[in-house]
């Protein structure tokens, strides 16, 4: 099923089991499954896993051209070794 990996307040990566019934823009639509707050691992997926030590950081998506900042998203995180 689908799941995404949060950073939890102990700085611990774990799994959390979500529904994801829809697909806008190419970014798919979570349903179920998540708190307000969550910390979502966004960046190197591939390299965590449940329990290893994280540190959440808001993503920052690329600036469309022309633009001078680049606004955050909160809740999001990037693992960290």
């Known amino acids: 099923g689908a799941y995404v990996m949060v950073v939890g ?5 774990v799994r959390k089991d ?8 190419g970014q798919w639509v979570i349903n179920d499954g998540l708190a ?12 965590v896993k449940p329990g ?3 540190k959440a950081t808001p ?10 900042s680049a606004a955050s998203a909160p ?3 990037r693992s960290g070794k």
């Open 9 to 13: 307040a102990d700085g611990k990566v």
């Open 18 to 25: 979500v529904t994801a019934t829809d697909m806008r823009d």
């Open 36 to 47: 307000a707050g969550d910390a979502v691992v966004v960046s190197g997926l591939q390299k």
């Open 52 to 54: 290893a030590a994280a």
């Open 59 to 68: 993503w920052k998506p690329a600036a469309p051209a022309g633009s001078t």
């Open 75 to 77: 809740g999001q995180a």
